[in-house]
């Protein structure tokens, strides 16, 4: 036992060493761009202009985020407040109320001129969470909860989408 601990021991720098090539994924790139994000984004009033890339769900979307002269970083970025159902749906209802929030942010999105403000850190690497408004829409996220899309959400534990627990899962 004591030589397998003194192996194992002598083998850790090596594992590190051996993961160093691989250790710069785009994961952890994604991570950095979204922690420079939520740090350079100033006072939470200050609004940055965006291109929006694509819409993933009902409550998060990809977009370069224009921050200052010459500095533009690529992000998932999820609306503040807010909680759609997932694409990755527990039963046949959710499925299709997450395809209904995710065109109805879409089609917000696509209203032009969009901007993120009110930016912080997101509990997943690699995205942040903001306030997001168009050229037409003031709060995206309240524009999704009044047309009945998503429900509020301020951080912990998320209940299902599924109306009766016992309904059979999609496969």
Sequence with gaps: M?????????????????????????DSQAARD??????????????HAVDVIRTI????????????AGLDLNTRVRLRGIDAP???????EELQMAEAATGALRTLLGEGDVRIFNIGPDKYGGRVVAEVAT????????????????????????????ANAGQ???K
């Design 135 to 162: 050229r037409r829409t003031g709060n995206i996220s309240a524009a999704m909860l009044a047309a009945g899309h998503v429900r509020s959400y301020g951080g912990g534990h998320r209940n299902g989408w599924c």
């Design 34 to 47: 979204a922690e420079t994000i939520w740090k350079r984004a100033g006072n939470p009033d200050t609004r």
């Design 168 to 170: 059979t899962p999609l």
């Design 2 to 26: 004591f030589v397998f601990c003194v192996a194992a021991g002598t083998m850790l720098p090596v594992r590190d060493w051996v993961r160093w090539p691989w250790s710069h994924s785009l």
């Design 86 to 92: 997932e694409l990755k749906a527990a039963c046949p």
């Design 57 to 68: 769900d009902g409550d998060t979307f990809e977009a370069r985020v224009h921050l200052e």
